[in-house]
């Protein structure tokens, strides 16, 4: 059998230990989502580093009380011409203060850290990817746009249209969330071809107040209304789709019946008619006691995105560049949405989950495996200059 031909991108040489010094100020870097400022000075942190890289950094304001969106495009040969977006975000869950909690460490091949999972370790990896192949004068093989947001943790509500618009104007889009664990256990793990459709949903109950000692029996409780429809919300979860409650608020004073409780309530399905049904079923819950008020308002959806030709056709690319670095790379459609729903759902060729390979995000025990770092960063850098 002949050998196959060089492929310079796959050998480039990238160190663990380079990455890794160079991920840990990102982590460090606390940007909880709704700290606008905190993600803001992410933002000039990432920003920085693409400028040095050479690329024409631009910065995009925020706006509904979000941090704002850096852009960064590298100059090539085609000019303007349709190329790789590269998507990512650069807010997480953790709010200011977590590294006292979970410090960047690391300990058996594991390195933690707030956000180092979803998804700064995979956005690292990408531009590490871009740094290298500039460093051998390995050209990529569109012209690459890097765009980092700020509300993806929150259903992307204030970028998505930016998202779309970008994404228009190229021809594959490439997003560094967490890898797919292999079953394997090897160090490339599988990647994302598809999401689950996600709606969001706030609810408020309005009950009637009264002093919780001297007149409880005249007031109304919109808490324990709220708790009802917590159980009923939960309890319509099925294979077709499943419903979560993940934030409550109610009352002020733990002497006075509360007259307001809010929540926030997501369901998934893997069907956009599953998804539909979903959002009737909420639309319509009411109140189970008639002097209490229940509202319930759709917020963010993310639509389902389903493989199609070109999204496999990509991944086959990308099945090849891993076989070269001797893995395998499965895929597969994955709950937990991203922003490359709204790419792919265009039906722009979108491949998914490129970024590290790890556990425990959103939790406090969030890491990434340091074995996957060099694998991942080739992969990347294969993608960058052959799709």
Known sequence: ??????????????????????????????????????????????????????????????????????????????????????????DTVHPVGTLSALPFRREDGRCYGPGICDMKGGTLLAVEALRELARAGIATSRPVTVLLTPDEEVGTPSTRDLIEAEAARHAVVLVPEPGRPDESGNAMGGVVTGRYAIARFNLRTTGRPS????????????????????????????????????????????????????????????????????????????????????????????????PDAAVMALHAQAKTLARRLGYDLPHESAGGGSDGNFTGAMGIPTLDGLGVLGAGYHTLGEYIREDCLVPRAKLLAGLLASV
């Open 1 to 90: 059998m002949d050998a196959m031909p060089p492929f310079p991108a796959l050998d480039l040489p990238f160190e663990t230990e380079t990455i890794i010094n160079r991920l840990r100020p990102w982590v460090e870097c606390e940007s909880p989502t709704y700290d606008a400022a905190a993600v803001n000075r992410m933002m000039d942190l990432a920003g920085r580093d693409l400028a040095m890289m050479g690329a024409r950094v631009e910065w995009i304001p925020g706006r509904m009380g979000f941090g704002g969106c850096v852009r960064a495009r590298f100059p090539h040969t085609a000019g303007d011409e349709p190329g790789i977006l590269v998507l990512a975000h650069l």
């Open 211 to 306: 002093h919780a000692g001297a007149k409880l029996s005249d007031g109304r409780s919109a808490i324990r209304e709220m708790c009802r429809q917590i159980l009923a919300i939960e309890g319509m979860t099925t294979d077709a789709a499943t419903y979560s409650v993940g934030v409550i608020h109610g009352g002020q004073w733990v002497n006075c019946v509360a007259t307001h409780c809010d929540a926030e309530a997501l369901s998934m399905a893997k069907r956009q008619s599953d998804l539909d049904h979903a959002v009737e079923r909420m639309l319509a819950l009411t109140s189970s006691a008639s002097d209490v008020a229940l509202e319930v308002q759709r917020s963010v959806t993310r639509p389902v995105w389903e």
